[in-house]
């Protein structure tokens, strides 16, 4: 079951996932959501569902394919219909200089949705986000158990 509330502002909205499965189809909700362009940072502990989540996002948009996990090469782009997606996973970052060889201020000019997995790692560097979402296991609750809040910045 997921429970979607927003607050009156509609600027906070929030879901609750018992399952990969039901993280997908928040990701399916979140799609329907995000407007082009758009900066999205992925706030979660390592196996919190962020890359669960960006997947599911990313097909939603219309994404025929796989989408890989960028952990290695920092960025991976998918063309969808809106434009231009670009999913960062800087998790191995260990030199926030690194970032500065993949040209990011071209990217951002371009009418673009990013999606950023771990981006306390490249403070200063990237772009603010318009939108935060934090992936949250509550302690002590059932181990498949998330809370997902979307938050417009
Ligand atoms: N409710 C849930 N939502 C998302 N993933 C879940 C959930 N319950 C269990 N999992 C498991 O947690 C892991 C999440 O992995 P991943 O999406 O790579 O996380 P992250 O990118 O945050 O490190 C997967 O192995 C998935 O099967
Ligand atoms: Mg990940």
């Not at 758009?38 to 669960?52: E, F, P, Q």
């Not at 952990?71 to 200089?97: A, F, K, S, W």
């Not at 000019?109 to 992936?135: C, D, M, Y």
């Amino acid at each position: 079951m997921i429970n979607s509330t927003s607050s009156l502002d509609e600027r906070q909205f929030n879901f609750e996932s018992n399952s990969l499965e039901q993280t997908c189809e928040v990701g399916s909700k979140i799609a329907l959501m995000l407007n082009f362009p758009s900066c999205v940072y992925l706030i979660g502990d390592l196996g919190a569902g962020k890359t669960s989540l960006v997947k599911s996002i990313i097909n939603s948009l219309g994404y025929v394919g796989d989408v890989t996990s960028p952990t290695y090469n920092l960025i991976q782009e998918y063309q969808v219909e809106q434009g231009t997606v670009y999913h960062m996973d800087l998790y191995r970052l260990e030199d926030p200089g690194e970032l500065e060889f993949l040209g990011l201020e071209d990217l951002w000019a371009n009418h673009s949705l990013f999606l950023i997995e771990w981006p306390e790692k490249g403070e200063g560097l990237l772009q603010p986000a318009n939108i935060e979402i934090r992936l949250n296991k509550i302690f002590d609750s059932a181990p498949n158990h998330r809370n997902i809040v979307l938050q417009h910045i």
